[in-house]
């Protein structure tokens, strides 16, 4: 059965690996913040964002120091890690491509009169920065990004802006983005480009490569 989007009101939208094809630059950027800990550690650390895409790094920090390295870590150290972080990966997500047709997809929902809204794991005043910078901002009626996760910010925005579950639907790439839709009840359709995604053992449909194979989902937009 295709998905009759005419339906929902309200979209919400991861942004790694949904819109912006970042997912390698940020993988690549925390294995060269821990490389200097030795490459099995580097590795490790690439694995695990790999496989938990859209937990914030701040908590991946304290897996990483906890799990990984086996050392007390405190506010100092994650700022620093932030800091470093940032500098790794703003420069080089702010010129990567956008996923195939999804910035045409979003604007034909701003056309149609719908509501998008962006949910991330990337910090709130980084996320709103590039969304700027990409002169994208404006296609979205909110944006919320981390410390809070996405659960919760998906919560907060469908109660202050009233969205019952059967208004809403999901787009994402993670594992987070499916349990936020399946916490609140709502559609979600996941963005699966690769055989190692986290959401390819998933029992869902539909899994799309890209927003250009949405088309052969869908039910005509009016």
Known sequence: MKIDLNRYKAFFFDFDGVIVDSLDIKTEAFGELFSRYGKEVS??????????????????FKYYYKNLLHKEIDQRIINKLDKDYSKLVVKKVLAAPY????????????HLGKDCFIISGTPQKEIRHILKYKKINKLFKETAGSPDNKT????KIMDKYDISPKQAIYFGDAKSDYKAAKKRK?????????KDSELQDLSFKPKLKNFNSLENQLKAIA
């Open 43 to 60: 590795r490790k650390v690439m694995d695990y964002h790999r496989n938990n895409g859209g937990v914030s790094r701040y908590e991946k």
């Open 99 to 110: 996923i195939k047709g999804a910035l045409a997809f979003i604007k034909r929902l701003g």
């Open 152 to 155: 919760e910010n998906l919560r």
């Open 186 to 194: 709502i559609v979600f359709i996941g963005l699966v480009q690769n």
